[in-house]
């Protein structure tokens, strides 16, 4: 009987083994609004992971978990590891230092939007000089925050993307800016259209690229052959 609880305890050990099955990398998401998420688990979100996991077959199983950007800094600040999905290493502190990061996933254009009864023509930042921004809590707007510090322009913040724009609606400040794929849904969703003006001119344009911590540099090569594989699909190609 012996030998039989010895073959019994190799049999679990083998098949209890981290390298036999799938690896499973955790996916952080913190957009939790449209295009990225949008109802019953659709959006650029979910199609990008569905993608990645069938790609992967058996090696690497990803898991997404949609949180807040608090707690995606959170997870990062304990040295957990995994990969945060559309990101641009200029949003993350000590990025270059501590994370990988993947080839452009899709480029990328933050506007700026101002009330359509106030319109603000975009030139260059000295034109924003006087005006009240809105902003998101604990968000990094690049350029903009120089002209905060230094007293040029007010910031006053809100909570959502949605609340944002109500903040612009109301006429509370007068300029917002966005990434160009979430204002336009948005902006269609709540029927906004008539209220509001998005400059021509772009404030900066930026990639989506996806993070991946400092113990993963097999899923950072993983991850860029499977985004070769993305500029076939016709779904991505305007994106990329």
């Known amino acids: 009987m012996r030998w039989m609880k010895n073959i019994l305890v190799v049999f679990c050990l083998f098949f209890a083994s981290p390298g036999l099955g799938k690896q499973i990398i955790p996916a952080w998401n913190y957009y939790l609004y449209p295009p990225f998420i949008t109802e019953h688990k659709q959006g650029l979100v979910y199609q990008f992971i569905n993608?990645?996991?069938l790609y992967s077959d058996k090696q690497y199983k990803f898991r997404l978990k949609?949180?807040?950007?608090?707690s995606v800094d959170k997870r990062l600040a304990?040295?957990?590891q995994g990969i945060v999905l559309f990101v641009n290493e200029q949003w993350m502190e000590s990025s270059e230092n501590i994370y990988l990061w993947s080839e452009p996933i899709m480029k990328g254009e933050n506007v700026l939007i101002s009330n359509i009864a106030n319109r603000v023509e975009y030139n260059d930042l000295s034109s924003l000089a006087g005006l009240r921004l809105g902003g998101i809590f604990g968000r990094q707007?690049?350029?903009l925050n120089g002209l905060v510090k230094n007293k040029l322009i007010t910031r006053y913040d809100v909570s959502t993307e949605q609340d944002l724009l109500n903040l612009l609606v109301y006429r509370r400040v007068d300029i917002i800016n966005m990434p160009r794929l979430v204002s336009e849904k948005l902006i269609q969703q709540l029927d906004?259209?008539?209220q509001v003006y998005v400059s021509s001119k772009p404030l900066y344009r930026f990639t989506?690229?996806?993070?991946i911590t400092n113990e993963l540099p097999h899923i950072k090569k993983h991850i860029n052959q499977f985004i070769l594989t993305l500029k076939e699909e016709p779904d991505w190609k305007t994106q990329l």
């Open 51 to 53: 993608q990645l996991n």
């Open 208 to 211: 989506r690229n996806i993070l």
């Open 78 to 80: 304990q040295g957990r």
């Open 192 to 194: 906004l259209g008539h």
């Open 66 to 70: 949609n949180i807040g950007k608090k």
């Open 141 to 143: 707007y690049k350029g």
